[in-house]
């Protein structure tokens, strides 16, 4: 295997042996086979599409595949077997309807007799190092790992009944191009950009579904702690996993309670409806092995990120949607129109007998972009009489990497006329510190997913009509972005297309920027790697 797509390859330069994570050898050259023969797909579909022939099926595939292959989404060996099946599946069936495919590459003329040892073969054939020119590997898989953000957004957006092609052609057309032999360095920038700019109007579709359907979220306190009585958790990113959830345990008596990036929900309306939506247990996701065995009920997990589950709390884990772990129980997709069945994680929730109570803070969530611009009178006031002096975008993942205590610490001496703006799970490292607030506005400004970074672009690009502003960059806001998973680079994919420059990321830069590529990202776009916390804290309040 060789993997290198997220912050923790490890020797920060890429796992070779086992992932970090606890991917093996054999999910990472399954993983690899089926980016490839989704290629093999989207070019097939492309072609497809030009005869008119309907895609809908595999253009969803396509997304859900690359999805699956995101950091902590899927473990399952048997998964990936079959879904490696079904993509050819698909291939293979639109491809007898377009008929003429000479020309095609192998990623659609090659055949398979459908065994895990053959996808393995073909895995290792055709994994990332399988492009011999460093610079050329670095981009297109930057672009792949872009495009794994899209679709998993994309997928969000798609459970709730927002697509838009677009998103789905641009996905086909630019793993196409990663099979290119003959592409050029130029070529494949001007793709990443584009990359960024499809991210950005996924991040604006998923934010239309979401409120749309949820409401826009609002100021929200959330406590932190256990109730007594039965309890059921739920992680991931999934709103529509947790609102069957909240409808099928309403009169049980069984409260649901929110884990890692499932916090902001508990700011749009139409969950708060939900008396039975108890609060928010446990902080970022690598601390789910000690926190877990403390909660004494089922935990359902509906997108990444779930690490190796430890025995003491195995029996009590379900999972759902793309994520997978070998011998946890699945709860399955339901036909259109019909709700996922949960009735035996509330029956183990009923038959646990009730969680101990652990005593817990308030949190204050609800910073969307609705709700922030709602307050932007108060918010410009504080900028122009000096009362605010910065913003500094903390959004992103929080990961294991000792070098994170960075932002804790940074968050901690950052001086008192600085605003935070947040989202993703890069929150955890600060959201219980009490860090107060400007004259009513809270020090931390919490959007909510890291999908609603696209809140705090939004934010800025207001702020920079309000301010009367021709340019993004000068606005009093600083980017300190960390970064983990492959969500985290479509966001910063979209940051770079929206033109923001000097963009601190850390805690490493990733292992798949070839030294040339980093270049190019340091020329154009000022991004640098973050140094010591004194050292940024000076250079970010002096606005450089
Ligand atoms: Fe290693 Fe990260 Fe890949 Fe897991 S996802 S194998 S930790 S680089
Ligand atoms: Fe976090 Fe896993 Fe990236 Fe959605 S939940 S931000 S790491």
Known sequence: MFCYQCSEASKGVGCNIKGVCGKNDEVATLQDCLVYTLKGLSYVAIKAREKGINTEEADLFVLEGLFSTITNVNFDPERFVEYNKKALKLRDELAEKVGDLSGAPDAVTWKSNQTKEDFL?????????????????????????????????????????????????????????????????????????????????????????NTTKYGKPEITEVYTGLYEGPGILVSGHDLLDLEELLIQTEGTGVKVYTHGEMLPAHAYPEFKKYKHLAGNFGTAWFNQTKEFPLFNGPILFTTNCIVPPKDEYKDRIFTTGLVGWPGIKHIPNAPEGKMKDFSAMIQMAKDLGGLTPIEGKKIVIGFAHDQVLSLADKVIDAVQSGAIKRFVVMAGCDGRLKEREYYTELAKKLPKEAVILTAGCAKYRYNMLDLGDIGGIPRVLDAGQCNDSYSLAYIALKLKEALGLDDINDLPISYDIAWYEQKAVCVLLALLYLGVKGIRLGPVLPAFLSPNVAKVLVENFDIKPIGSVDEDLEAIMAGK
């Open 121 to 209: 073969a073909k895995g290792t054939a055709v994994g990332v190092l399988s492009e011999a020119n460093e610079d050329i590997r670095s981009l297109k898989e930057l672009i792949i790992y872009g495009l794994k953000g899209v679709a998993a957004y994309a997928d969000h957006a798609y459970v709730l009944k927002y697509k838009n092609s677009e998103i789905t052609e641009f996905t086909e057309k630019a793993l196409v191009e990663t099979l290119r032999k003959d592409i050029t360095v130029d070529e494949l920038v001007a793709l990443t950009l584009k990359t960024g700019e499809i991210a950005v109007k996924t991040m604006a579709l998923l934010d239309e579904a």
